[in-house]
């Protein structure tokens, strides 16, 4: 059975004190309320992962993640926080490549190959982004895109490696604008990721691989996405905002 994993991602979001709220807020009650074997990631600013790591230890299917990793290990990389900065603080997770940070970082497929690797390495778990623009989509060339940049992240990893990294397909035309993607897209797209994948390290590699879909995700349409065969999870930015919208999702299941 694939790993249903359901990550908030609060971007630049909260004060520190902020975010000890609403995570203490979202500990509690998934102590209360949550009893699928759902695993729930909280991928916080850099800042607030050590506090935020200090109150999930108390809950078994709750972790935190960063938002990102630098592909160095140390050095002069002003603003870059590390594999093993991250991992000091808990967190053991980390999102790479998502859309902001392709577009205003310009970060290029080649570089998230590294930081999958050295993530993979260090023993955190990478939450690897993928999706298309809306001019690709209308043009038609979605899954093209989307197998490009598997292609050029993750086609370098052992098959070994790939069973380790979950991945997130958020067409960007549906992130933060409220606009969803349909079940039907949703499931085609998810389908031909896991057909990719499975073309390149195999039928049972690909079956045991976590896709998590991402745009505009919240607890009234969480559920027949959710449903979709080759949707194992969601990743989740405003609601996830929200403590008991984000726990809702996760009950969704
Ligand atoms: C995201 O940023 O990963 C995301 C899916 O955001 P939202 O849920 O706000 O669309």
Not at 146 to 168: C, G, N
Request: with cysteine.
């Amino acid at each position: 059975m694939r790993k249903k994993v359901i990550a908030g991602n609060w971007k630049m979001n909260l004060t520190l004190e902020e975010g000890v709220s609403l995570a203490s807020e979202v500990v509690n009650i998934a102590k209360d309320e949550l009893t699928s074997d759902v695993t729930m990631v909280l991928c916080t600013p850099a800042i607030h992962m050590a506090a935020v790591s200090k109150l999930t230890a108390e809950v078994a299917n709750v972790h935190v993640g960063a938002q990102n990793i630098s592909e160095h290990e140390s050095g002069a990389y002003t603003g870059d926080i590390s594999a093993d900065m991250a991992l000091s603080t808990g967190a053991e997770f980390v999102i790479i490549g998502h859309s902001e940070r392709r577009e205003y970082h310009f970060e290029t497929n080649a570089q998230l190959a590294a930081r999958v690797e050295l993530a993979l390495a260090k023993g955190l778990t990478p939450l690897f982004c993928c999706g298309e623009s809306l001019e690709t989509r209308e043009a038609g060339d979605h899954v093209s895109f989307v197998t490009k940049q598997l292609e050029e992240s993750l086609y370098q990893l052992s098959a070994e490696q790939m069973e380790k990294v979950v991945i997130a397909y958020e067409p960007i035309w549906a992130i933060g604008t409220g606009v969803t993607a349909s079940t039907e897209q949703a499931q085609e797209m998810h389908k031909s990721i896991r057909e990719a994948l499975a073309s390149k390290f195999g039928a049972e590699v690909a079956e045991k691989i976590s896709i998590l879909y991402g745009g505009s995700m919240k607890p009234g349409n969480a559920p027949e996405l959710l449903a979709q065969p080759d949707v194992d999870g969601g990743l989740i930015g405003g609601a996830s905002l929200k403590s008991r919208d984000f726990i809702d999702i996760a009950k969704s299941y």
